[in-house]
Structures are given as C-alpha cells and as structure tokens.
C-alpha cells in the first residue's frame, strides 16, 4: 500500500467515509456514486473506486450554510424593480441583450445552495431535483413581480449551477489536496487559465460598432434610462457635425469612431437639473435600437459608453465615468464636453479644466458579469482588486515546488504586462499587481493550514484506541 502514488488519496477517501456506512453488499450503486467514480477514473485515480463517496453525516452548521444560500437566492430573484410591470414568461435558453451573463450569473447565484445541499448530506440528484424545484418556484412567483423576468433558461442555468457546487463538494478531496504531481499541473493549468481570461478581458472590452445604420440622438427619452432636462447645441465626430437624427453616412462615422488614429467627439450644450440615474445627453443608438455611444450625467458623475465586443458576445457594458466632474455645474451653465478616443483609451476635457483619462483596466473583468451602475466608486474599485487576487487564487493554492511558484511569477508578469499592450486595456495599476501577489500567497498559505489539519485528523484515525480499564 505505501508504494502506491495514489495512496492518500486513498487514505482521505476512507477517512471522509467514516462518518457514513457503506451500501450493503450487491446493491448497485446510485447515480451520484457512478459519476463520481468515472470523475476519478478520467484522472487514473482508480485506486479509490473501491471508496464509499457519498455524503457525509451533516452537522449544524451545514444545515445553516443551506438555509442562508436559500435565503439569498430568494432575497436577490423576489424583489420587485421600481415602476416596472411583471413580465411573461420567456421559453429561451440564453435570452436578452446580455443574455451570456445572466446565463453565468445565475450559475454562480446557485451553485453555493447545491454546495451546501452535498455538504449537509444530499445525494446528487437530490441536489439538483431541490435546485429544479426552488428555482422553478422562484420563476412562477416573478411572473407576479414588476420587473422580473421569468424564463427557462433562468430554471436550466440554475439548476446546473447547483449540481456543479454538488459535484466540486463530493470531490473535494480530489482537488484540495491533490498528489503533487497532479497539483504542479492544475497550478500551471489555473495560472495559465487566469492569464488567458486577463487577456480575455481585454480583447472582449475593445471598441466594435457594428455595420449597421446609425442615428445621433438629442437628450432623448429612452426608457431604461433617466430622463434629462438639458438642452444640446452642437455635436461633433472629427469635422463632421451630427444633428439629431439618422445619420447620412453611417459607414464614415463607424470608420471615423474605428479610426487606427483615433476619433474626437464634441459635444456642446446647457446643463439641466442633476438627473437621479444616467441620462443621455448624446448618443448614438443604430437602426436595432442598440447603443453605440453615449455620454451623459449621473448626479455628479460623467459617464460614457462605448459599444465593446462584450455587448456583441451578450455580456454586460460597464461604463466609464469622471466621478464628481459635473459637481461645479449648475442647471443652465455652458457645459463643452470633449472625449478623443483611441484603442480604447480616452481623454475627457469639461469645459476646457484638466484633461482626465479614462479606460478600462484587468480589473474591469468582473463588470462583464454584472455591472450596477449605482454601485458606488469605492466599492468598483474595490471588486476590481478582488477580481484580480481571485484569479491567482487557484494557481497558489495548488502550488507546491519552487518551480510552480516560477510559473506563478512569470504568467502573473505575463498577463499584467503583456495585456494592455496587444488589447486596448490601459497599464494594469499598481494596487492590481499587488493583488494578484497577495492573491496567490494567501492561497498557497491557506493550503498549508488545510493540509496540517488533514495530517491531524489521519494522525488521530491511525491512533490505536486504547482498550478499557
């Protein structure tokens, strides 16, 4: 037994089986059980098939870990949308403008609740049948809420994300604490997945206005957004003046905006009342009624938008925005906006101050998920740091050797470098770099505390009982 490399393993299976008997002898093993094995056998791990994997007994605080997923699924799907009316239910898998990203959400919003089914002691199928079951009840009651939108692939994503937080329970000894070579290739694989996702980022962030016929709009009055009481003079691409309208030439103004050189947009006009959401002061909409452009208020905030790939791949459209910029400006001042644009990098100048610039960073990556745009801006920025740690996370923690820490170090070097020079990010801040160091040390330390605790309980089990007095 000890010359066999899969041995721990072996060992923590059975010490994980000890809360639980194993089925009697004969009878066929249930679904959960099949998966499980062939999980393992695609991994050579035959040497545990003769393991028990099947949940463990379930103390309090599993129980609580259930009831406090289910309450914040039912606090995040049940609350109404201010002056909007319920919705019909939609027979689609992927449906909406960023229908990917609500796909995706709604896995994540699930898979701690199965997590936490498979922790308390659930079979597989229980998990995803009690997954199907609140997620379908939850989607009958939006069709009474206001502004929910009750759908198939809302019950579908759902349940699917339970069962992956059931599965990456029942095999957590598996990829916890791995044998050390399969851990140099899951580190190596996690540090090289987290460079492609920062490169990722940057490419599905880039400007891409689609071959479409384009219209210039006016302070208008569209209904996802705040209505704005300002009133525009002029409004400018280059040397080319835009009225409120279709646009005569949609092919020169998408070449003008998709320029190698750059664009310079201008934009004239007299400041109204603060709105109490973003409100369109220009913007560029095309004949499918989809955004291009926008700039616009927000309180005190400018923000503006760009059409990116992301909104093409149906991924959410973070805006970027000078926070506090029209503080100084009062209904029924002169407000000169300019914004010159290039691979994704702007400068803004308001009423000739300081020119500010804006973009998007590695960081940004999280907003193509979900982006609120009332989040305040402490709070972004601090999603932006923790995206960042989160993604060297797994590759810390799966490192053992000097030499996966030298992976980490160059693919971290790789990414926050190389990224915003062939994608249209701007430099990768210095607070970012530290949190992806930060990041990947805090899991390789947090591994070292699992795996002492694991060598405390085998300890404990490998004691012999001493017989009674």
């Known amino acids: 037994m000890g010359s066999n490399p899969n041995y721990p393993l072996h060992l923590r299976g059975k010490l994980q089986a000890r809360a639980r008997s194993p089925p009697l002898r004969g009878s066929a093993p249930d679904f959960g059980q099949r998966l499980l094995r062939r999980v393992l056998g695609v991994h050579g791990l035959t040497a545990t098939t003769d393991v028990y994997l099947g949940p463990v007994r379930a103390g309090p605080l599993h129980r609580w870990f259930v009831i406090a997923s289910a309450a914040v699924i039912l606090a995040v799907t049940l609350f109404p949308i201010a002056g909007a009316e319920p919705q019909r239910w939609i027979n689609c ?11 995706v959400d709604n896995i994540l919003l699930f898979l701690p609740f199965g997590a936490a089914l498979a922790a308390a002691g659930f079979p597989l199928p229980r998990c995803v049948l009690s997954a199907a079951l609140l997620s379908a009840s939850v989607e009958f009651a939006q069709l009474y809420i206001p502004g929910r939108d009750p759908s198939l692939g809302d019950v579908v994503s759902n349940t699917f ?27 190596w694989g996690a540090a090289l997945a987290a460079a492609a996702v920062c490169y990722g980022t940057g490419w599905l962030l880039a400007p891409a206005p689609p071959q479409t016929r384009y219209f210039a709009l006016w302070t208008p009055n569209l209904a996802h957004l705040a209505p704005y009481q300002g009133r525009v003079l002029d409004a400018m691409i280059g040397e080319v003046r835009f009225p409120g309208g279709p646009i005569a030439n949609s092919a020169a103004a998408r070449d003008a905006l998709r320029s ?46 760009f059409r990116t790939r992301a909104a093409t791949w149906r991924l959410d459209q973070p805006d970027m925005r000078l926070v506090g910029a029209l503080r100084a400006v009062a209904p029924g001042d002169s407000l000169d906006v300019t914004v010159h644009g290039r691979r994704g990098r702007y400068a803004v100048t308001i009423n000739s101050s300081a020119t500010a610039a804006l973009g998007f960073t590695l960081g940004s990556g999280w907003a193509l998920l979900m982006y609120p745009e009332s989040l305040p801006a402490w709070l972004k920025a601090l999603l932006s740091v923790a995206w960042v740690a989160a993604l060297w996370v797994p590759a810390g923690f799966w490192a053992r050797t000097r030499r996966d820490g030298s992976v980490i170090v160059v693919t971290v070097t790789i990414a926050l470098l190389g990224a915003p020079v062939v994608t249209s990010l701007r430099a990768t801040p210095v607070l970012h770099w530290a949190a992806a160091v930060l990041g990947a040390v805090a899991a390789a330390a947090y591994r070292l505390v699992v795996e002492g605790r694991e060598r405390v309980g085998a300890a404990g089990e490998a004691r012999p009982q001493q017989p009674a007095a």
Do not use: K, M, N
Request: some cysteine.
């Open 161 to 187: 994300g339970s069962g992956l937080g059931a599965v990456l329970v029942a095999t957590a000894h598996y990829w916890l604490l791995p044998p050390r070579a399969q851990a140099a290739r899951l580190s």
């Open 260 to 305: 190698p050189e750059g664009f310079f947009l201008r934009v004239r006009a007299v400041a109204g009342p603060r709105p109490a959401g973003v409100a369109p002061l220009f913007a560029v909409y095309d004949q499918h009624q989809r955004e291009i452009l926008l700039l616009g208020p927000d309180r005190d905030d400018l923000v503006f938008r």
């Open 93 to 103: 898998l992927v449906c909406g403008e960023r229908g990917i990203a609500d796909f």
